[in-house]
């Protein structure tokens, strides 16, 4: 079964010379299933086009001791996303050292 967290999106067909884009309708936290998300289109009872975009793994790839080293962290939500983007900018694109152990 998916999980993490899912973020339903409609697309929405240029206009008048403009761009075709996909617009977040509902996101769907750590817990949900995709059975909610498709649920929630039938709710919606809006003719369209959608898809449900799963998000459950946060990566930060930085440089250590000349190699790429990847720190995976499970999302489980849109909020958990955007405060770990704002403290990757915050700490300068670093990850925070980590406590030596004793």
Known sequence: MPH?????????????????????VAHFNMGRTLTNAV???????????????????????????????????HAGSPETLNRSAKAFARDQRKVPSKPNKR
């Not at 967290?5 to 977040?24: D, I, M, Y």
């Not at 039938?42 to 930085?62: D, S």
Request: with cysteine.
């Open 39 to 73: 649920d929630h289109i039938a709710q919606l009872n809006q003719p369209g086009f959608y898809r449900v975009i799963q998000t459950q793994r946060m990566i930060r790839a930085e440089n250590e001791n000349g190699r790429l080293h990847l720190h995976c962290l």
């Open 4 to 24: 993490g967290f899912f973020t339903l999106e409609q697309f929405k067909p240029a206009r008048r010379g403009g761009k075709s884009r996909w617009v977040a």
